[in-house]
């Protein structure tokens, strides 16, 4: 069965780092782009970060560049997200998703969420 | 950066009706089109990729079409199950992005 798993969530200061995982099965990690995408309570999808299969080409949305790090180990199959200097408003669940095929594509495989929230 | 309306926000729906939400772009994007549904508490499911191909094991009665900045998803007969929230996203480039949503509950 194809499946994504997502941890590391939790409570952290404003300021604080965080470093979600997400355990791919089911399907051969390394030839897949993969992404984060978050949802802040009660709004709406926000794509994070992608990364392609081999890990060589990583891209961010603006409001996570020079904060959040993505990185995949294939030997392992799973995905990472460093979060840095963290702040109220990146409090949300955090989703990894599998890209169909292309290195730029829908999502056809998601975790079940992990929530990180930002608070003092 | 594409940015993405969706409109209405909230359809408001019997079973059996037909519903179309509608998508449209800041620019032009082909059809490198999704569309997902999200279920409150879980994770958004694919439905539909490529503005108009139906992800496996997608009920029929979900259909999509378009091209350029406007796009549609359709559902033929509404049942029980697929009140929900819709999203169009684009993945044409970077930063890949997502509509504002479309929730659709029980008139």
């Known amino acids: 069965e194809v499946q994504l798993v997502e941890s590391g969530g939790g409570l952290v200061q404003p300021g604080g780092s965080l470093r979600l995982s997400c355990a791919a099965s089911?399907?051969?990690?390394?030839?897949?782009?993969m992404s984060w995408v978050r949802q802040a309570p009660g709004k709406g999808l926000e794509w994070v970060s992608a990364i392609s299969g081999s890990g060589g080409s990583t891209y961010y949305a603006d409001s996570v560049k020079g904060r959040f790090t993505i990185s995949r180990d294939n030997s392992k199959n799973t995905l990472y997200l460093q979060m840095n200097s963290l702040r109220a408003e990146d409090t949300a669940v955090y989703y990894c998703a599998k890209g169909r095929f292309g290195e730029i594509d829908a999502f056809d495989i998601w975790g079940q969420g992990t929530m990180v929230t930002v608070s003092s | 950066v594409i940015w993405m309306t969706q409109s209405p926000s909230l359809l408001s729906a019997s079973t059996g009706d037909r519903v179309t939400i509608s998508c449209r772009m800041s620019q032009g994007i082909s059809s490198y089109l999704a569309w997902y549904q999200q279920k409150p508490g879980k994770a958004p499911e694919l439905l539909i990729y490529?503005?108009?191909t139906l992800q496996s094991g997608v009920p029929s009665r979900f259909s999509g079409s378009g091209s350029g900045t406007d796009f549609t998803l359709t559902i033929s007969c509404l049942q029980s199950e697929d009140f929900a929230t819709y999203y169009c996203q684009q993945y044409y480039s970077f930063p890949l992005t997502f509509g504002p949503g479309t929730k659709v509950d029980i008139k």
């Open positions: 089911g399907f051969t990690f390394s030839s897949y782009a």
């Open positions: 490529a503005a108009s």
